[in-house]
């Protein structure tokens, strides 16, 4: 009997939805990331993500009266500007009002120059990182949910001042990432005051590193910063400087982060330090709370992300009253920093209703979401030490 | 006077340790490629990764040992393991030899033929060994880490610079001497090493007077198995095991072979040193060493470095074509190539 309700119940649901469509009217967003390419393992739960936050909306009833939300996704391929631009524009086409994307860097560029800027369309990325979307010419129509890691550099610099050590080498993988690190931290570092002795590129999977190592000994300096990967060139550079004991002290960037390196360094990491991004409290609990209750997987790079761009594209939309790319743009801002109501994960429903209020809200989200400068994530990283237990937090920053 | 022994340690601990260990796992390398080209007559592009299988080996063995908790005290494991890794690599070549290049030696293909079948033993055996163990890189050093410690060495001789000295370069070099000596001993003093000689000098006239070339052809592959292994496992101990690394190696191995003479094994010596000591000291910052040497005043401000160390492989490159150039037939004397 119970069952048989359940079923009669479910079916009265899906007629009244499937009527309901025909005489709702029904915006698109665009879900633009490489699903092909070098990072296709990460992008299926990204979108999954996004689209968590536009079925919560949906199914709180909340969004703007007669208006359903739907995601329309395209394939930027991550490494081919003409592929990105050519998704965009066939977003666009289709009517998207707005885009949770690109993911990759490079593609975010070309779309956002090609395709955004030249329709309005406003984009929100969860993770494209380089620190020269920062300063690209944007209307106003960029925002994203990831830190630059420009901001990194600065926090890593920070630290270093903090710690009274004026004087490093640095070395770092030789790519985009590292790279771009390595000039945003030079940047920050030698503007607080720090005097940088050599900046060496090492390349990953080699087997020796004694001649980089021998030029930053030779350079000198308190302690070799490290901005690398840990499984490869960055762990036998500071494998290398401990066993010829060039340096005693290592800080490190986000990708020297892993539980490897410790356990294999072991104690004579014991004093090193360095940054990673950190998303941590309530908002990561209960974006945990919510993706593990629809079956997603959560835990994945760039979901949080994911989620709260998408998030706040709907709640932009309903602060300006109205589902269109112009209303989107202008509110991103309002809606997600101070001041207003707190809204975590899972609370979109409720944002809506403070929203149609005419109250504020401060979208918090699955990453303590607070967008600094030209609309970016501020970030926030955990400082840690490493000691006799492994790795330990400092502060955050 | 301080400032001078200060500035000795400094060029010991960066320069001279790691170039000397790295020679010698070079030098290694190259009498293995310089054996097959004087004997077989051609480049065995195969040669890191047979140096690759023979340390996997050794490797598998390693981890069994070191389970059964089989222990050198201050030695690593691996070297208990290295005889039965060069059984196993040996024979790994020799079934090579019946499957690929026997074929090709029947029908008198030219060496650019055999050099090509080399090429694809290379892709088999990268593959196989990716399959084993894996494309990431493996541990199996064990024993005592150091035998000069560098912080133990500052406090001990007051100096500022630190003098580290690793047991496995040590293992190294004493261990590349060894084989060199145990090597020019066999080619030189017993009968088989001066058929192998004399069928490397003229191929006809070896024949002529009684020598069996399969067996020539077998005890060089025998030994070129046994000098990979060695090699390899040095390498991968005194470094890290990753099998795309010794694919890396094969060019400053060729070029240790080729600036020393191809077929020559004292120039295979020769050359894995001058390339080892050429790269590290090509790249190496010399600030710091300079700094300890002349009158405070006259301290350099730069780093005092010919070429970055992203450079480190065109100097292999760089000494191959000057050598190529001027002496196509290497510093000893080799067949030119």
């Known amino acids: 009997m119970k069952k048989l309700l359940l079923a009669s119940a479910a079916t ?91 993911a990759c860097s490079g593609a975010s560029t070309a779309v956002l120059a090609n395709v955004a800027m030249p329709n309005g369309v406003p984009m929100i990325s969860p993770s494209s990182t380089s620190p020269a979307l920062s300063t690209v010419e944007d209307n106003d129509l960029f925002f994203r949910t990831a830190p630059s890691d420009a901001r990194q550099g600065e926090v890593l610099a920070q630290v270093l001042m903090d710690k009274g050590v004026e004087s490093v080498a640095v070395t770092y993988t030789n790519n985009d990432y590292g790279k771009g690190f390595s000039d945003a931290f030079a940047a920050s570092y030698e503007g607080m005051g720090g005097s940088i002795t050599a900046n060496v590129p090492h390349e990953d999977d080699k087997g020796d590193y004694s001649a980089e190592v021998g030029s930053l000994a030779s350079a000198g300096g308190d302690a070799l910063v490290v901005l690398g990967y840990a499984d490869s060139g960055g762990k036998g550079v500071i494998q290398s400087a401990l066993d010829t004991g060039a340096f005693d002290t290592f800080v490190m960037g986000d990708g020297m982060y892993a539980d490897s390196l410790v356990a294999d360094l072991g104690s004579s990491m014991v004093g090193s330090y360095g940054t990673v991004p950190w998303s941590e409290g309530e908002g990561a609990d209960a974006f945990a709370e919510i993706t593990s209750a629809a079956g997603i997987n959560g835990e994945s790079s760039f979901t949080r992300e994911s989620y709260d761009a998408m998030a706040l594209l709907a709640m932009a939309a309903m602060a300006g009253g109205e589902a269109t790319s112009e209303a989107i743009a202008a509110n991103i801002m309002d809606v997600a920093n101070a001041p207003g109501e707190k809204i975590l994960p899972g609370e979109l429903g409720k944002a809506l209703e403070i929203l149609a209020d005419g109250g504020d809200v401060d979208y918090v989200g699955a990453t303590g979401v607070e967008l600094v400068g030209p609309g970016e994530a501020a970030g926030s990283y955990r400082e840690y030490e490493i000691t006799e237990d492994g790795y330990e937090t400092v502060q955050f920053r | 006077m301080i400032d001078v022994l200060n500035a000795i340690v400094a060029f010991l601990n960066f320069v001279f340790i790691p170039a000397a260990a790295y020679g010698s796992q070079l030098a290694l390398g190259a009498l293995g490629v310089t054996l097959i080209y004087g004997i077989l007559r051609f480049s065995n592009f195969a040669h890191g ?206 070029a240790a072979a080729i600036v020393g003479g191809l077929g020559s094994p004292l120039g295979a010596i020769a050359g894995g040193f001058v390339i080892a000591f050429s790269e590290v000291m090509v790249t190496y910052a010399w600030k710091k060493v300079v700094t300890y040497l002349v009158p405070e005043n006259l301290e350099p401000s730069g780093l005092l470095q010919l070429l970055s160390t992203d450079y480190k492989f065109a100097v292999s490159f760089a000494i191959l074509v000057i050598v190529l150039l001027f002496r196509p037939t290497g510093l000893f004397r080799g067949k030119s190539v």
């Open chain 2, 49 to 254: 990764d047979t140096m690759s299988f023979g340390t996997m080996v050794v490797i598998l063995f390693t981890w069994a040992f070191q389970s059964w908790g089989i222990s050198l005290g201050p030695l690593p494991v691996a070297l208990l393991a290295l005889p039965l890794g060069i059984v196993i690599t040996a024979l790994m070549v020799l079934a090579s030899d019946k499957v690929v290049y026997s074929y090709y030696r029947r029908v008198k293909a030219k060496p650019i033929v055999l050099v090509m079948a080399s090429i694809g033993v290379m892709f088999v055996l990268n593959g196989v060994v990716r399959l084993i163990i894996g494309p990431s890189d493996q541990r199996f050093a064990d024993g005592e880490r150091f035998i000069i410690n560098a912080r133990e060495f500052k406090e001990w001789s007051g100096l500022a610079e630190g003098l580290a000295l690793k047991t496995t370069q040590g293992i190294t070099v004493v261990t590349a001497a060894i084989v060199v000596a145990i090597l020019f001993w066999f080619l030189n003093r017993t009968r088989t090493g001066k058929s192998m000689r004399a069928y490397s000098d003229n191929e006809d006239l070896a024949l002529l007077s009684g020598i069996n070339p399969e067996r020539v052809v077998m005890i060089t592959w025998i030994i070129v198995a046994a000098l990979a292994t060695i090699a390899g496992t040095l390498y991968g101990l005194d470094k890290v095991f990753k099998p795309f690394t010794y694919f890396q190696l094969l060019l400053p191995i060729f």
């Open chain 1, 12 to 102: 009265a649901l899906v007629a009244s939805a499937a009527s309901a469509e025909s005489h709702m009217s029904e915006v698109k967003f665009g879900i633009l990331l490489g699903f092909t390419g070098p990072i296709e393992s990460l992008t299926p739960m990204m979108a999954d993500s996004a689209e968590l936050a536009l079925s919560e909306v949906n199914e709180s009833g909340n969004f703007l009266e007669g208006v359903t939300l739907s995601a329309v996704r395209g394939d930027t391929t991550c490494v081919d500007a003409s592929a990105a631009t050519a998704a965009a524009e066939q977003l666009v086409s289709e009517g998207a009002i707005a885009i949770m994307g690109a």
